[in-house]
């Protein structure tokens, strides 16, 4: 049964950081891309959620533009683990950050109707 299992989420000042892991069992997902999305709270359980980062199989990665200065995304392909390092948190990063992998891609298409496989969420709260 393949499964994503995320942790590191957590409560923290702005300012701070924190590294969400993403693990993978059942499914080898070193040559696949693997994406970080989040859903804030202000937003419906039906709206597509926000694409944070990605990484793709080759090792490229694609960065949202409201992050892109504070997050990086990076792979441990010998533990089958994604992570997510954020930095300069900020009160609007507060949301479920959700992993995400497609067992048919490779590259890295940041919308969340292209995969096939999430975890089951990890919360992080930002305060001001």
């Known amino acids: 049964q393949t499964q994503l299992v995320e942790s590191g989420g957590n409560s923290v000042q702005a300012g701070g950081s924190l590294r969400l892991s993403c693990v993978a069992s059942?499914?080898?997902?070193?040559?696949?891309?693997v994406a970080w999305f989040r859903r804030v709270p202000s937003q419906p359980p039906g709206k597509e959620r926000e694409?944070?980062?990605?990484?793709?199989?080759?090792?490229?990665?694609t960065y949202a533009e409201s992050v892109k200065d504070r997050v990086i995304i990076s792979r441990d392909t010998l533990i089958n683990t994604v992570y997510l390092q954020m930095n300069n948190l900020k009160p609007e990063d507060t949301a479920i950050y959700y992993c995400a992998t497609d067992h048919r891609r490779s590259q890295c298409f940041m919308r969340d109707w292209m995969f096939d496989t999430w975890g089951q969420g990890t919360q992080v709260t930002v305060s001001s």
């Open positions: 694409a944070v980062a990605g990484i793709a199989g080759n090792g490229v990665t």
């Open positions: 059942g499914l080898d997902f070193n040559n696949l891309c």
